[in-house]
């Protein structure tokens, strides 16, 4: 079964359509890299499979597992699996990283019906999964990304990714404001995470992640459709070309 | 009505045996209640605040005694000063493990062993000529709380006073009067605490005064846990000395109207002074808290820091005034009031004033009333957090700047578990 089916998918924000019928189907294991330039729906797409109540789907359907997405609130889709990580993630200063991912954690497996981590196991779990991230411990006591740098909050969102072991991850726009060694943390991040049973929504406006991130497929985005999809080369055209040739406008 | 029923309790109170500087104090204070009478609206400093309840209720004389448990307050058990219903008890109390130059016993005691202690200190501060709740707590107090820590005396526990009312069939009242005194560079914590039974009425009209002598450095805490019937009014006095160091930090869960005047004199150079509260106000709570932070001197500092969280159809005021006087050149003085309202109905005034007669200064305030943001919400809510949760989460967050300035961990502890009660039930509510 198809880990994510989006089929003609047409949503939009405060009554302006967005996205106009939009297919998409993940399998389990593969990585889809979803380009385009800005404006054309790329956020959207990841706000509205993440559920966020702002957007509203006005036709179509989504599949997640095989389970209608639209009859679960946001975090039922987190504690089903689905994680989106945020192109901004959301400072809270006044919380703890750790206290934060503990509530989350915690959270997931009420849901699962597995018995709540207490204090031993959950710091066993950080411990095992920092390190890939550059996790200091320093980053975990600070407040949920008040004051990170760019690199840090997004290294931040992989880490949790990595924490709450979804089977489908959402990066939107993870690149956007990373230097090259951020970017490669990340990649590493995301790829230690690769496995047969999960999957990937990239979603990026330039090609660059995805020469850490390897996709199997890659899908250009024009003013809320999918305009073509094909390989890995796909995304290295786009870089050459621009989005031009669909945009009727300057691309790159 | 209350006004004639105080003067009426005083002209009829049983004439105790006390000093003649407190009697003449005591009658002039009767005098100063009777031509001031409650405040209304229409004056300036009480036009949010609406006292009508208070002043039409009658009270009676506080009954003596207390049926709930004390429970286990865990951290602040080693020195304990305790009243049930404004007196004195030795029952609750733990006063056995006081170093040397340390006095903490109950003004009554003070006053029948050695009233000279209290002379020229006990109400030197609290001005019963302008303030009618300051004069009825002058006129009528029966107890509360004595301190005096001798020059260098240091403290590590902290002095956890201890106010409980409970066992009332009738609406009642208690004057409470304590009168803390910091020796020159003393160290201390007192926790005032204010602890109710559920469901009873009654009025807590306190005053305390402190003084804080030269390199002094007095951490004061108020946590208010009155019952929601009861009024709850407390004037703080408090006069610094050169380098000494107060701070102050309020907690409100309490109490259907209430208010906290606060006042603090800087009256020495490099005084550091920090008032913060956190209140946590539901249904149709009414809380009202006015600071007054008086800059005399050059080079001190203040920090205000109130942060309010309001449900349903509470109502907050805060009035946060802050003078600069024309010696206190200098002078840094931060004050901040923020609030989150969790429902619609809920309303809050917040009026910064800043009166700056000097040149050489840095004064910052800022006031914000804001709802919890959605794109928060959200990104907790992707992590699998609900909705609820969230709100809970968020909330907490919002007020841990408070609780995390607070020095002692055994207050933090307790009062956060009280707002983690207080965000459950306003969540299942």
Redesign the interface.
Known sequence: MALLEIKDLHAGVEGIPILKGINLTIDPGEVHAVMGPNGSGKSTLSNVLAGHEAYKVTRGEILFGGKDLQELAAHERACAGLFLAFQYPVEIPGISNMYFLKAAVNAVREYRGEEPLDAMDFIELVEAKKSVMKIRDELLARAVNSGFSGGEKKRNEIFQMAMLEPTLGILDETDSGLDIDALKIVADGVNALRSPDRGFLVITHYQRLLDYIIPDHVHVMVHGRIVKSGGKELALELEDEGYASWNGEEGL | MSLDSIIERYRNRAVADEPAWLKAMRDAAIADFERLGFPTSKEELWRFTNVTPLAEQRFEAASNGWKTDVRDFQGLETVRIAFVNGIFSAEHSHLEALPDGATIQSLTAVLSEDPVRLQGRLGELADAGSNAFVAANTALFADGAYIELAEGVVLDAPIHLLFMAGDGDEPFAVHTRNLIVGGKNSRATVVEHYIGAAGIAYWTNAVTEVFADQGAQLDHYKIQQESGRAYHFQTLEVSQQAGSRFTNHAVTFGSVLGRDDIRCNLGGEAVESVCNGLYLLTDGQHFDTHTFIDHEKPNCNSHELYKGILNKKAHAVFCGRIMVRPDAQKTDAVQSNKNLLLSRGAKVNSLPQLEIYADDVKCTHGATIGEL????L??????????G??RS??T??????VLDAMPCAAVKDYVEELMLAWLQSEAEA
């Not at chain 2, 943001?373 to 928060?376: A, C, H, N, P």
């Not at chain 2, 907490?396 to 700047?401: D, K, P, T």
């Open positions: 943001s959605d794109e928060s959200f990104y907790l809510q992707t992590r699998g957090i609900s909705r949760r969230a989460l968020l907490y967050a919002f007020a841990n700047e």
